[in-house]
């Protein structure tokens, strides 16, 4: 089993800043991708950014230059740090993990989802 805890989320007005974090723990063989969702009321759940285990981070459009994605492998952790919030912004956040697990039955890939931490922009 795996479980993602989120911390970080909270009321911050427009313009500033905060640091999300996700900490995976539990039983497994490896973590591949992770990453940062968000879903506003009345909204889907759309993609934030994702940070391979090895590689280049990937960004929306709409966050791109303003948030940044990292993570810590000894930790396993993975961080969003938001800068120049905005309204738009204000959403639960969800972190998402993509990890393998092995068994007698040979490896196999799992997407695991944090419950969600609350971001709210004021304007």
């Known amino acids: 089993q795996v479980h993602l805890l989120e911390s970080g989320g909270g009321l911050v007005r427009a313009g500033g800043s905060l640091r999300l974090s996700c900490a995976l723990s539990?039983?497994?063989?490896?973590?591949?991708?992770m990453g940062w969702y968000r879903q506003a009321p009345g909204k889907q759940r759309e993609l934030v950014a994702t940070?391979?285990?090895?590689?280049?981070?990937h960004y929306a459009d709409y966050v791109k230059g303003r948030f940044t994605i990292s993570r810590d492998n000894r930790k396993n952790t993975v961080y969003l740090e938001m800068t120049s919030l905005k309204a738009e912004d204000t959403a639960v956040y969800f972190c998402t993990a993509d990890v393998t697990h092995s068994d007698y039955k040979g490896a196999y890939r799992y997407d695991y989802w944090g419950q969600g931490t609350q971001v709210t922009v004021s304007a």
């Open positions: 539990g039983t497994f063989s490896s973590i591949n991708a």
């Open positions: 940070i391979p285990s090895k590689g280049d981070a």
